[in-house]
């Protein structure tokens, strides 16, 4: 057989090469959303999540199953759970790292951080973790800034859920309140936000709620979403309006509902960047060239096993 396999395939299709990836941790669906395109490549991929963090109940629509634990037990499953695997794929748990440097040595370890976690973690408690992974992504734009060589991954929205032609299908008609839906989250405010969007003369009368109070079920999100006129998808942090997407606004977008983003833009279509397929493709090519970077041994530890499959 002449020349090298591409360990990934160019287009998104079932393939024959079957790569082992684990998903340690999850946030915001990111990670199952993640492994359900990825099986559709035909690779064998886990999420390992602890019970008890699931408020909305994603997980459980996909059928991932959460791990009953205490953090302790959690944290220490973390270190064997990937010994099967060729990728292991850590949403923000940057303080396992070092050590699963250490047990796999000669693994593709792949460090994805979420938000929160980067913004309120000092740049000297994470030096190790950075310096022991292949790569780190980050998930909104706004995140490149807090680091060297980071890699920006936009998050990926279920378009099989998130469907608006599908929504139409299915008789579920806009219910339009003629209000527009706002989360408020880190140190936002709703005056703050009614001031921004006075400035801009958008003349809306917001229906604003905690996000820790938002503890809506996943699968009604599409449903929920579309009971409003609007949705307004701001993000400010230490007073600053922040280059990022939330997962509700980017679902808003993909269902149609009119999106005001922290870009000062209306959106009401989902950006290609965030369509599942394009996002997947993406992080194929991220795990391609880590494997061709790693050394000879790792090289040949996974093209030999995917090519006498």
């Known amino acids: 057989m002449a020349g090298n396999p591409s360990l990934f395939p160019s287009s998104f299709c079932q393939v024959s090469i079957v790569v082992r990836v684990i998903h340690l941790w999850d946030q915001a669906g990111v990670s199952a959303i993640l492994a359900k395109y990825q099986r559709k490549l035909g690779h064998d991929v886990k999420v390992f999540k602890k019970s008890g963090w699931d408020p909305y109940k994603i997980l459980s629509y996909y059928r991932e199953e959460l791990y009953n634990a205490t953090k302790i037990d959690y944290a220490k499953k973390c270190l064997t759970v990937p010994k099967k695997y060729d990728i292991i794929h850590v949403h923000d748990l940057w303080q396992i790292v070092p050590v699963l440097r250490i047990l796999y040595p000669y693994k593709i370890i792949i460090l994805h951080y979420h938000g929160t976690i980067l913004r309120n973690c000092p740049q000297w408690k994470r030096k190790l973790a950075e310096a022991c992974c292949d790569s780190v992504l980050v998930a909104t734009k706004d995140l490149l800034a807090f680091g060297k060589n980071f890699i920006y991954v936009p998050n990926p929205v279920d378009t099989d859920?998130?469907?608006?032609?599908?929504?139409?299908?299915?008789?579920?008609?806009?219910?339009?309140?003629?209000?527009?839906?706002?989360?408020?989250?880190?140190?936002?405010?709703?005056?703050?936000?009614?001031?921004?969007?006075?400035?801009?003369?958008?003349?809306?009368?917001?229906?604003?709620?905690?996000?820790?109070?938002?503890?809506?079920?996943?699968?009604?999100?599409?449903?929920?979403?579309?009971?409003?006129?609007?949705?307004?998808?701001?993000?400010?942090?230490?007073?600053?309006?922040?280059?990022?997407?939330?997962?509700?606004?980017?679902?808003?977008?993909?269902?149609?509902?009119?999106?005001?983003?922290?870009?000062?833009?209306?959106?009401?279509?989902?950006?290609?960047?965030?369509?599942?397929?394009?996002?997947?493709?993406?992080?194929?090519?991220?795990?391609?060239?880590?494997?061709?970077?790693?050394?000879?041994?790792?090289?040949?530890?996974?093209?030999?096993?995917?090519?006498?499959?």
């Open 161 to 309: 859920l998130f469907n608006k032609k599908t929504l139409q299908e299915c008789g579920c008609i806009p219910t339009r309140n003629k209000k527009a839906s706002v989360i408020i989250k880190g140190d936002m405010t709703q005056e703050a936000i009614e001031q921004l969007l006075y400035e801009q003369n958008i003349n809306v009368q917001l229906d604003a709620k905690e996000w820790k109070e938002q503890r809506l079920p996943y699968a009604y999100m599409p449903k929920n979403l579309l009971k409003n006129e609007f949705f307004i998808d701001i993000f400010i942090w230490k007073g600053r309006l922040m280059d990022a997407h939330s997962s509700a606004g980017l679902q808003a977008m993909a269902i149609g509902v009119p999106t005001f983003c922290s870009d000062m833009k209306w959106r009401n279509e989902l950006p290609e960047e965030h369509k599942p397929e394009n996002v997947v493709k993406q992080l194929e090519r991220i795990y391609e060239t880590e494997c061709l970077k790693h050394n000879d041994t790792i090289k040949k530890q996974l093209v030999s096993r995917i090519w006498n499959k």
